[in-house]
């Protein structure tokens, strides 16, 4: 209950609802130019991952080897540095507040998943 709870506020009030529609158009965007569809199927991930985070957390997927390695280090280049910036800018904003320390965390949270998302998935917290 109390995951809901936070996530539907952070919905509403964390960015979470915002986050979510940036990372869609990125995908978007990364699907009409064809090459970058890889991206565009991490940007998807990380749009569901920043619109509901609490309760869910990264792993490695296990069959991920060197293709997506070299594409995280494309990505790290080109967008991933920049979006994780934002999300810790965010996180230290939300963070001096006691009722924005929560979203705080969450950003902090989206940071791994900026920098590196392909070879990574989404998976529900026990």
Known sequence: MIRFLLNLLWLVFGGGFVLALGYGVAAL???????????????????????WPFGRTLV??????????????LWLVLAGWWLALSHILAGIA?????????????????????????????????
């Not at 965007?29 to 619109?51: E, H, K």
């Not at 069959?63 to 390695?69: F, Q, Y």
């Open 29 to 51: 965007i990364c699907f009409v130019l064809v090459v970058t569809i890889p991206f565009g199927v991490a940007s998807l991930r990380l749009a569901s991952y920043s619109l």
């Open 60 to 73: 490695s997927k296990p069959g991920a080897g060197l293709p997506s390695g070299l594409a995280n280090v």
């Open 94 to 126: 939300l963070c001096v507040t006691i009722i924005g320390f929560p979203f705080g965390v969450a950003n902090f949270k989206l940071v791994p998943a900026a920098l590196w998302p392909l070879g990574q998935e989404v998976v529900e917290t026990p």
